[in-house]
């Protein structure tokens, strides 16, 4: 499968050692847009979709995978119906909405159901009208890191670290998918690895422990289903203050604003950075934070008539 070009993987401003890869420049903002393309182009080649088709998608995200898969099923004709929980980011929310999504389940939501339970209800009640992409345990998101995001990377840090030089990822897992992918193809690449994984406060993937926070796609509620914990070599604990004050560092070091699971990811590089010198420390900037920023002004997302979610 063709990639795109690469995003850049960039050094920060004043520190050589810490590498930032940005994510954030793929088509709908994000480095769910991978994981959008393989999961559209799969269920097209096993069937479960045809372009210009009947059939839908359905997702539950949280606003990135949305916006990517509403960008690539407009091109092939294929709608997308999202069920969104009301947490999340609303300026996301209309963003998927202006890229051609549908939000569904609202009501069904506020009445208290999970978004997991308003997927199941629309497939019980409309099956031959959906085709469920299911992220947590499509294939198709793993691959996406495998064959392309972590080769991709590989390749940049090769061009970039010193003969011999260390490599630590550091990053946060919501699916697990990049996170696997990309430890995967760097200790394929490279003799010295280290993988640590980005977690909030309270929260324990591999012993099912989950605390409310607000790191948007990061420590989800579920264990990552693609994560292998043996490639975990160590757990950084960021807080929503460390994790703001990243994404104020970063875009003052770089003229970019991250989001803020991103702006943990980069406290989390600089800790590190800290305590290894001598390392090429990676992280990932999945989306900006302009989506995220407060908007006191903002009226309720409204959709087109031609778009009023399924009844």
Known sequence: MPSRAPTPLTPLRRAGNRLVKLEALQPGGSHKARAARFILRRAIEQGALTPFGTRRILEKSGGNLGVGLAYEAARH??????????????IKRALCIEYGARMIGEDLLRQGFTPKEVIARMLAEQP???????????EANLQAHLEETGPELAAQIEAQRAPGQPVILVKGAGTGASFQGIA??????????????VMPPDCDLAGERHWDHPLEGMAVGVRPPF????????????????????QRAMAREMGFFPGMS???????????????????????????????????????????VMQEAVA
Do not use: K
Request: proline share 4%; aromatic share 8%.
């Open 184 to 197: 995967t193809r760097l200790r394929e690449n490279f003799e010295r690895v280290r993988c640590e994984l």
């Open 262 to 304: 991103s702006g943990a990811n980069y406290a989390a590089a600089c800790r590190v950075a800290r305590g290894n010198p001598h390392a090429l420390i990676v992280t990932i900037a999945y989306d900006s934070g302009e989506s995220y920023l407060p908007r006191a002004d903002m009226a309720p997302v409204a959709q087109p």
């Open 77 to 90: 004709g294929i709608g997308v119906d999202l069920v969104i929980g009301l947490s999340f980011s609303r």
């Open 128 to 138: 031959d009208t959906y085709c469920f992409t299911d992220q947590f345990s499509n």
């Open 227 to 246: 994560l292998d914990a043996r490639l975990v070599d160590a757990i950084r604990v960021v807080d929503a203050e460390a994790a703001r004050e990243g």
